[in-house]
């Protein structure tokens, strides 16, 4: 049986060779699963091979091979790897379901609420590779979601102070591609980085804002930021 930081590098790393066929660097692994050092991440490659899941090549830089998956790995989960899927959502979880022909006004109905599901953290800040999968649902007044599909953030970071958005909030979004400028979105940048931030279109680049001056704005080329999703609504516990 795996730890979860080895699984974690396991699906990074067949992630990446499958997307270029290239193994990561030690630096985009320990930057991918959050490390502090090197080490760290010597000490899980040392530990998957032992167990047989990867092997390393002599005398090539770099060199990993993906001998075998965990079993409990399902269907197309290795080929979504570490990448953000909001497609993972199925069926009714967090989709507003569409109005009765002849809505009936009452107390109950007003109360009705919708599963969503969290799917991880997300990064007021410094950009982060830790956005999971579905780990669990939480239920969510119809009043504070939109038409479609949505999806749950926990926010670690404080870089979107001054919207109201603060480390620890959960964040409601709206599974999306698009986005006008001025509105927070979650951008995926290069295919690795999961931030929160709020979009503004300089041209043909791509601005991604922080609503906090300690952080600089970052701005990118159109081809390096996929929009996955925008915005609705937060829930904050006290």
């Not at 979601?145 to 926990?154: D, I, M, Q, S, Y």
């Not at 400028?181 to 503004?200: M, P, Q, Y």
């Not at 991604?208 to 829930?235: K, S, W």
């Amino acid at each position: 049986m795996l730890t979860r930081k080895q699984h974690e590098l396991l699906m990074f790393i067949h992630e990446r060779l499958k997307e270029s066929g290239v193994p990561p660097s030690f630096d985009e692994m320990k930057e991918a699963l959050d490390l502090r050092s090197k080490s760290g991440i010597h000490r899980l490659i040392t530990a998957l091979e032992e167990r047989g899941f990867i092997r390393r090549l002599p005398h090539r830089a770099r060199a990993l091979e993906i001998v075998r998956l965990p079993d409990s790995v399902a269907p197309g989960l290795a080929a979504r790897g570490r990448g953000f899927a909001p497609s993972v959502i199925e069926g009714s979880l967090g989709k507003v379901p569409p109005p009765a022909p002849e809505p009936v006004e009452t107390e109950a109905a007003n109360s009705n609420a919708v599963a969503v599901p969290v799917m991880g953290r997300i990064a007021a800040g410094t950009p982060i590779s830790a956005i999971q999968n579905h780990s669990h649902s939480i239920q969510v007044p119809v009043e504070l979601l939109t038409k479609g599909e949505h999806f749950a953030l926990e926010v670690r970071g404080d870089s979107m102070v001054d919207a109201g958005i603060l480390d620890g909030d959960t964040v409601l979004i709206r599974k999306t591609d698009t986005a006008d400028t001025g509105d927070i979105v979650v951008a995926l940048i290069d295919d690795e980085e999961a931030t929160l931030k709020r979009l503004r279109r300089k041209g043909a680049s791509i601005a991604l804002e922080a609503a906090n001056p300690a952080y600089e704005t970052r701005i990118f080329g159109p081809d390096r930021v996929a929009i996955q999703g925008r915005l609705v609504g937060l829930i904050r516990q006290y």
